[in-house]
């Protein structure tokens, strides 16, 4: 791989650093190609928790990724290279809807998506991703959880574990790329065209585009299936960055978008330059307040214990 003059850069930036560049998934090829470690939301918890052997994280993602990976390492120092790479969905969850929501269903445990803010986390009995949402919830006692912020994985959940109620906190929340690839019309005229092909959705999808799926997964979960199925072709329901992604990794199959242009604005808000400029300057510093990241912590561990 033929690196370009800012890559070199950062490599040459993360040795004299003793840094580690994470990055999400739905970040550019470019990023990717540069990045210590390229996972979902599970696989970066996995990657963050108890970094012993690097000075400084540097991470690729939106806000929560960065607050997630300064919450489990609280003596080391996290960076986001934008303050603007923010993910309109963990906004969607005001600590006082959840508040209001736990007093309405006393005793129910809460499950969050970690696509949540640190204030909302520390509210939370258990966080969860994509990936592990089912195994958590299946695990818990009662019939009753409330589940947020969004409303789609809630739905795909609840197929899986028919057993409990998911009470959606709140009752609109969603990520807009995936709601953008709407109720997969267009994901099924490409199956028509590659009729061979395999469609891969993400439990953010719509539950009418996901029960068109041949496989519902996270974006670590379509990663495996691509690499151990049969399959030549792959429609993927996700931001596109995990297109590029497979492109390069996975040699000898295609790989087409659900749908042109759903790209996820806030992780694009990332680039090689301001991971350099961050890097470089150890700045903007992710400060999570001690008391919030302590309780934060608890759920966000307990979910990490709970999975496979």
């Not at 540097?58 to 609280?74: H, R």
Request: charged share 25%; proline share 6%; aromatic share 6%.
């Amino acid at each position: 791989m033929e690196l370009n003059t800012i890559q070199s850069k950062i490599v040459a930036l993360k040795e004299e650093k003793n840094a580690l560049l994470l990055a999400h998934n739905y970040q550019t090829i470019e990023i990717q190609e540069v990045a210590d470690f390229v996972g979902d939301s599970l696989e970066l918890c996995r990657k963050a928790q108890g970094v012993k052997d690097r000075d400084l994280i540097v991470f690729a993602g939106v806000d929560f990724m960065a607050e997630t990976a300064s919450i489990l390492n609280p003596q080391k120092k996290v960076v986001i290279p934008s303050t603007k790479a923010i993910c309109p969905m963990a906004a969607m969850l005001p600590l006082k809807i959840l508040k209001n929501m736990k007093k309405k269903y006393p005793g129910a445990p809460v499950v969050l998506y970690v696509n949540t803010l640190a204030e909302a986390k520390a509210e939370a009995d258990v966080t969860c991703t994509s990936a592990n949402a089912s195994e958590i919830v299946a695990q818990l006692e009662g019939d009753t959880v409330l589940f947020g912020p969004d409303v789609n994985l809630a739905w795909y959940v609840s197929q899986k574990v028919p057993g409990k109620t998911l009470i959606p906190v709140p009752d609109y929340g969603h990520c807009r790329v995936h709601r953008f690839l709407g109720d997969g019309s267009e994901a099924m005229e490409l199956k028509k065209k590659y009729p061979d092909a395999e469609l891969l959705a993400h439990p953010e999808c719509e539950p009418e585009f996901q029960k068109k799926a041949d496989f519902v997964l996270s974006t670590g979960g379509i990663y495996r299936r691509c690499q151990k199925s049969s399959a030549k072709i792959f429609i993927i329901g996700t931001e596109v960055g995990m297109v590029d992604r497979l492109t390069r990794e996975i040699p000898g199959k295609t790989f087409l978008p659900a749908k042109k242009y759903s790209e996820c604005a806030s992780m694009k808000r990332i680039t090689l330059e301001n991971i350099f400029s961050s890097m470089l300057n150890e700045a903007p510093v992710i400060h999570v307040p001690e008391e919030i990241a302590d309780k934060a912590r608890i759920p966000i561990q307990r979910m990490l214990e709970m999975s496979r």
